[in-house]
Nanobody, 126 residues
Framework: QVQLVESGGGLVQAGGSLRLSCAVS????????MAWFRQAPGKEREIVAA????????YYADSLKGRFTISRYNAKNMLYLQMNSLKPEDTAVYYC???????????????????WGQGTQVTVSS
């Protein structure tokens, strides 16, 4: 089992930045791909960004390219999401997700992941 705990959410003005973190614990001896998803009120959960165990070939939702950056630090079992130039439409609960995988695989679909954090709220005011 893998446990995921997000942190770093909060209230920020439009144009501001936030950095989300996800701490991974439990059975971390395997290699695993990870991702950030988000869910706004009344909307379906959607992919934000995904990254392989190796950190190569990160995936971003088209609408977020250039503003968000996903990264990971395997030695500390951490996943990050740097969010810049935030907009009110970025307001959502942000979730960290993981799945066991090869070192270079990236997954962008909701059903690809079987481990989820509890989410952290990001609110962007206009």
């Amino acid at each position: 089992q893998v446990q995921l705990v997000e942190s770093g959410g909060g209230l920020v003005q439009a144009g501001g930045s936030l950095r989300l973190s996800c701490a991974v614990s439990g059975r971390t001896t395997s290699t695993y791909a990870m991702a950030w998803f988000r869910q706004a009120p009344g909307k379906e959960r959607e992919i934000v960004a995904a990254i392989s165990w190796s950190g190569s070939n990160p995936y971003y939702a088209d609408s977020l390219k250039g503003r968000f950056t996903i990264s990971r630090y395997n030695a500390k079992n951490m996943l990050y999401l740097q969010m810049n130039s935030l907009k009110p439409e970025d307001t959502a609960v942000y979730y960290c997700a993981a799945r066991e995988s090869g070192a270079y695989n990236v997954y962008s679909k909701l059903n690809d992941y079987n481990y989820w954090g509890q989410g952290t709220q990001v609110t962007v005011s206009s």
